[in-house]
């Protein structure tokens, strides 16, 4: 099959799945309210000392991240599981990891959609100043995303063949993303810190969000094929 | 093994077995069936009808036994296998937010095929759902997302045709609309497999009928009524 089909099939995939979000906004909701919930919690967890605040803010904000995210790339094959939808779309012809890359392309889509209104509302609750390197913030922030999203969209695969898959998904996942959430929290912190990141300490911790995100990708993209059948 | 006739197999099964976890569901089936042929599978609840009727369209790998279909093996050619075969499984595999045209034009995306409204109004005009056109599946009776889920397979008529209980949910129309599209696969060369318990429904569209009974295949003869049961 070209690479024009695969696309052409990649692109049915992301339309197909974000239609159906946009239409029901369901799961956009309550991932977004979640995600609020969780920071306001972490504010009441760490005291109202802002110093502090701002100090564990960088960890607060990925964890909220890989929390409500987790919520999303569930419901992503909840849909394809609803119905038998799943064994439909594993006929088609064509190689799967098209189905891997549309969805993981519409889960970058949704996570980008609630960071969008996550890191605002983290700054304000937060007093946090993001405006100190804001290129650079929304560099960790896409690299991070997208190393998460895609091993969360590989898992998400993994688990949605079994009955206890809301349970299984994190008890997967979490362990494997340890690497890119030390190297995200600290990027994302030094970037944060007093005046900016004056010692440039952001530099190695964002290439190992590359490598992640390098390895990763080629990983899943090779297996898919394996883990999605019954 | 049962031969049919000296036509090339389009379903050649030899001592396929399938386990799950310590259950054995198919017991080492011999199943032959040619080009341009139609055949019913009966039996009893849990005889294995479903799990042979997902081995032959690649959906799950004998545990034990060769399976070839359409001249490919099962499941290293499964691929090659896919592009041909067509299935209408107990669920309609439908996306309740997107409308019938919708959902047919995802399908013609998956499969490769270049968009055509044409095509999917002459579908829907077809199965009967031109008025639902664009109304979400989400309303619609199981008789008409059944419609709708053959309506898939009209898009892109199979050279194996694959059938499980096809006739629930259908009135008369539906079950029409059924055998005629059974029957025009068979006559341009293809192959029909109808798991049934409804022979009374099948037997305008079946050449044979084959039993399995707890996992194994009993007979395969022609045409062979199954005792009407209440």
Known sequence: MSWQLEASRVRAIVWKDLTAERRTKANFNAVVFFAA??????????????????????????????????????????????????????????????????????????????????????????????????????????????????????????????????????????????????????????????????????GSWIRLLIVFDLIFLVATVLVFDYVIED | MILVNAREATVDLSGVARRFGRRWVLRGVDLSVGAGESVALMGNNGSGKTTLLRVIATLLRPTRGSARVLGFDVPADAARVRAQVGLLGHQAGLYEDLTAAENLRFSQQMAGLQHDASAIDRVLAQIGLSPERDHRVRGFSAGMRRRLALGRLLLRPPRLLLLDEPYAAFDADGVALVNRFARQVTSAGGTTVIVTHDYARAQGAVDRVVRLEEGRVLDGLPREPEPLTV
């Open chain 1, 37 to 202: 919930l969780t920071l306001l919690l972490f504010g009441f967890a760490t005291g109202p000392n802002p110093e502090r605040q701002r100090e564990i803010a960088g960890g607060i904000l990925w964890l909220t991240i890989l929390f409500s995210g987790v919520l999303a790339f569930n419901r992503s094959y909840e849909q394809e599981l609803e119905g038998g939808a799943l064994d439909v779309l594993l006929l088609y012809p064509g190689e799967r990891r098209s189905i891997f890359l549309g969805k993981l392309v519409a889960n970058l889509g949704f996570i980008a959609l609630v960071e969008l209104i996550l890191v605002p509302t983290a700054a304000l609750l937060y007093q946090l100043p993001f405006g100190n390197a804001p290129l650079a913030l929304i560099s960790v922030l896409a690299l991070g995303s997208f190393g998460f999203v895609t091993l969360g969209t590989f898992y998400a695969a993994m688990a949605s063949r079994v009955r206890a898959r809301e349970v299984l998904l994190p008890l997967l996942l979490f362990p494997m993303l340890v690497p890119l959430l030390v190297g995200a929290v600290e990027a994302t912190s030094a970037l944060l810190g007093p005046g900016g990141d004056v010692m440039g300490n952001s």
